[in-house]
């Protein structure tokens, strides 16, 4: 969990430095500096226009996460009140409405439909935040659901019933804080899946544009040279790798700090 | 079990029916007239009319939806803008190569977790529990897009053992099943990692059951407790992540159809997306989705084959 936390935090750490400061300007050429391996100025070499891979990896760590984070924020901003929403009428009408659409969208592939979504809005890195939104919403309606169910038939929350609370009361003043650390593991993961598919939309070219750089889109460019200057690709992979990897391990270490109950089962 | 299957079956048709009109509305949004985009920036008015005319474009949504899933129901998917070939023809080519190329994915994926898997839970703690876990961290961690250029730069570019990209066509099978092998292994390897992962805690949660407790207490082996009554007992959890696999492979193989310059469905649809070819992109990503919401089916009919408790619900 620690060395998860460490690596997330360095993606991070990158990607807000790279607001303020990089060792050199992402859209600077500099074709007779082209495709360098590492070197003293250029930690990580340069790609085929000579251009500083570390300062394109860091901003690159910042469209990859902003990505990443907002279509999180959309799938629990969205995905969670609709499993609030199912859990508080369970069994009846509304409940198998919003799970029989939930598994609708699940059976669309992700790809394909973020691929289309794209075609048809145009690609771009904010259309790019919506089509793996969507996809989140299912995934944090579900959990919240299977989260909340429990919790309903628990002594406390026909005391609050009791009491005269109505349940969208209820669903926030006592599910929700009770479900929150699931939720926070949810996240995680759904992020980390984020950055993949922000990778391979970008990589297509369906993600950020440029000379916006992106970990996907700099794997797409470097495929044609790969021969030539291996490095120009092995650098935003091995980004992508150790942030999922960061992010997923974070999660699992969170996980069983939360849930005590997991750590004595593995 | 008879009022199960039919229940199934009912809801397996309302979810192709509600499918089929999302995609039909999505597909409709995407801006651009296919009539003017084929006739080019050149055309007349009357001749762009005209067109769209004689592709029913003229008709309210409604009543095409209708059409198009009737003509549908009878196999005919409509004739391509672009290619001017029946759309059903173009989808079945394809077919041929992502179908071999999802099941090989999905057979190795099986062989390198059930090993792993299997380990991983009898030294469960122990020091190799933890490194094959570790490496399947790493394997989920990985974009297949980059493993697979990464194939390509050691056993295409540097090896010259398989060739590098394309797909000769099944009337040489030897080439043929060579050229997918690549793209299978990148395809196989992160879900590989996933199944390993599931396999293991499934195997790992049957452990603590007072039957794995008789099995042992009436002094079967631990390796025999766990292969004759753990793993059966573990294959719920994981047919249903095998199910999720399959259809992901299908459809998800887009990318890796790309760096491989491989002519599958994903390719298709990404290629017709660019060209508008409208109609091609409806059909293919609803023959997509009902190939998922088919093998959702019949994994969920598995399940009651499996476990009679299910059949009840």
Not at chain 1, 12 to 25: E, H, R
Not at chain 1, 192 to 198: D, F, N, Q
Not at chain 2, 164 to 192: R, Y
Not at chain 2, 256 to 281: C, K
Request: charged residues 10%; aromatic residues 8%.
């Amino acid at each position: 969990m620690i060395l998860g936390a460490a690596l997330a935090g360095l993606a991070l750490l990158a990607a807000a430095l790279s607001w303020f400061w990089t060792p050199f300007d992402v859209t600077q050429m500099a074709i007779a500096d082209k495709l360098q391996g590492p070197t003293v100025v250029h930690w990580f070499g340069t790609d085929h226009f000579g251009r500083d891979i570390l300062s394109m990896v860091m901003v690159g760590a910042r469209t990859s996460i902003a990505v990443a984070l907002v279509a999180v924020g959309i799938g629990m901003g969205i995905g969670v009140p609709l499993g609030l929403i199912a859990a508080s009428h369970r069994g009846r009408w509304l409940d198998e409405v919003i799970m029989r659409g939930n598994d609708l969208i699940f059976a669309f592939p992700s790809l394909v439909s973020a691929i289309l979504f794209a075609a048809v809005f145009g690609p771009s890195a904010l259309n790019a935040i919506i089509a793996i939104g969507i996809f989140n919403i299912p995934v944090f309606a579900r959990v919240t659901r299977a989260a909340a169910l429990p919790i309903w038939t628990l002594d406390y929350i026909r005391a609050a019933e009791v009491a005269g609370k109505g349940t969208t009361l209820i669903s926030l003043q006592h599910v929700l804080p009770n479900i929150t650390n699931l939720l926070i593991v949810q996240g995680t993961i759904q992020f980390s899946l984020g950055i993949l598919a922000e990778a391979g939309l970008s990589y297509v070219g369906l993600g950020a544009q440029p000379p916006t750089p992106s970990w996907g889109r700099m794997l797409a460019e470097a495929q044609t040279m790969v021969t030539l200057a291996p490095h120009v690709a092995i650098i935003p992979g091995l980004c992508i790798v150790l942030t999922v990897l960061g992010l997923n391990l974070l999660g699992d270490g969170l996980r069983d700090m939360l849930d005590p109950r997991l750590k004595a089962m593995r | 079990m008879l009022r199960y299957l039919f229940r199934r079956i009912l809801s397996l048709g309302l979810s192709l029916l509600v499918a089929s009109a999302l995609i039909f509305s999505v597909v409709e949004l995407v801006p651009g007239d296919p009539a003017s985009f084929m006739l080019g920036t050149g055309a007349q008015p009357e001749t762009v009319a005209a067109l769209r005319e004689q592709m029913g474009l003229d008709q309210p949504l409604p009543i095409r939806y209708a059409s198009w899933l009737g003509t549908i129901l009878q196999g005919d998917f409509g004739t391509s803008f672009t290619y001017k070939t029946p759309v059903a023809g173009m989808i079945l080519d394809r077919i041929q190569v992502s179908l071999p190329l999802a099941i090989m994915a999905l057979l190795l994926a099986t062989a390198i977790a059930f090993p792993i898997g299997l380990y991983a839970a009898s030294h469960r703690g122990r020091a190799g529990d933890v490194a094959v876990m570790g490496g399947t961290q790493l394997g989920i961690a990985l974009p297949n897009f980059w493993f697979a250029m990464l194939l390509v730069l050691i056993f295409a570019v540097k090896l010259r053992w398989f060739p590098a990209g394309g797909f000769p066509g099944w009337s040489q099978p030897l080439a043929a099943l060579k050229a997918l092998l690549l793209p299978a292994i990148a395809l196989a390897l992160p879900q590989a990692a996933i199944l390993a992962r599931v396999l293991r805690s499934a195997l790992i949660e049957t452990q603590g059951q007072d039957y794995i407790r008789t099995a042992r207490a009436k002094g079967l082996t631990e390796r025999q407790t766990l292969h004759r009554h753990a793993l059966r007992n573990a294959l719920i959890p994981v047919l249903t992540i095998l199910g999720m696999q399959f259809s992901f492979l299908l459809a998800g193989a887009i990318i890796i159809e790309n760096v491989f310059y491989l002519p599958g469905l994903g390719r298709l649809i990404f290629q017709a997306i660019t060209q508008r070819d409208l109609i091609v992109v409806q059909s293919a990503v609803l023959v997509l989705v009902a190939a998922v919401i088919a093998v959702t089916f019949i994994v969920d009919l598995a399940y009651a084959i499996i476990d009679p408790r299910l059949r009840k619900t």
